[in-house]
T-cell receptor, first 112, second 114 residues
Framework: SAVISQKPSRDICQRGTSLTIQCQVD?????MFWYRQQPGQSLTLIAT?????????ESGFVIDKFPISRPNLTFSTLTVSNMSPEDSSIYLC?????????FGPGTRLTVT | GENVEQHPSTLSVQEGDSAVIKCTYS??????FPWYKQELGKGPQLIID?????GEKKDQRIAVTLNKTAKHFSLHITETQPEDSAVYFC?????????????FGKGTHLIIQP
């Protein structure tokens, strides 16, 4: 399995500001994903972030709102830009290692 | 795209009894079906998965069954214990290993009554 850490673990942010979430993996992985989990809800894929290529966004998510960087095989960042209360969610990164997909602990974001 | 339905949304069972959670999927091309357990304040933890070339897989008290024809799969937990209380998510993807990202069900809150 993979050990995945995220920073920050939680944050409270003001409307209109931006927050960058970091994801660090203890193994080199090609495929990394970012998901959003709204309060009490399931997980929704935001984008796929493969090293060496542009991130691919799912329907309803755009690069201007959720820019992603993937500078190497163990690290990625997701920025939540120009935040509104509707962005209050848990943001999770995940990686594919072997045949399986593993998740980080999540970043709990509250926008006021 | 893929759509995954999960039932029930809440399941309460007596400690020691069995629990069954069911999911259906829409895309017949899906061939990888993992189950995740999420405890409060934590990220989802992979507990078992199954690929479409097998009909059943078991790991101690946990088993998963897959019916490709009917496009449904189920999680079975036997001899439930208090630590089994959590939210369980099923998921599906087209490529093995979730290479295209996972589509999740809405989750089942499993409550184990002492």
């Amino acid at each position: 399995s993979a050990v995945i850490s995220q920073k920050p673990s939680r944050d409270i942010c003001q409307r209109g500001t931006s927050l960058t979430i970091q994801c660090q993996v203890d193994s080199q992985v090609t495929m990394m994903f970012w998901y959003r989990q709204q309060p009490g809800q399931s997980l929704t894929l935001i984008a796929t972030a493969n090293q060496g290529s542009e991130a691919t966004y799912e329907s309803g998510f755009v690069i201007d709102k959720f820019p992603i960087s993937r500078p190497n095989l163990t690290f990625s960042t997701l920025t939540v830009s120009n935040m509104s209360p509707e962005d209050s969610s848990i943001y999770l990164c995940s990686v594919v290692l072997g045949p399986e997909q593993y998740f980080g602990p999540g970043t709990r974001l509250t926008v006021t | 795209g893929e759509n995954v339905e999960q039932h029930p949304s809440t399941l309460s069972v007596q400690e020691g009894d069995s629990a069954v959670i069911k999911c259906t999927y829409s895309d017949s091309a899906s061939n990888y079906f993992p189950w995740y357990k999420q405890e409060l304040g934590k990220g989802p933890q992979l507990i078992i998965d199954i690929r479409s070339n097998v009909g059943e897989k078991k790991d101690q008290r946990i088993a998963v069954t897959l019916n490709k024809t009917a496009k449904h799969f189920s999680l079975h937990i036997t001899e439930t214990q208090p630590e089994d209380s959590a939210v369980y998510f099923c998921a599906a993807s087209i490529e093995g290993g979730g290479a295209d990202g996972l589509t999740f069900g809405k989750g089942t809150h499993l409550i184990i009554q002492p």
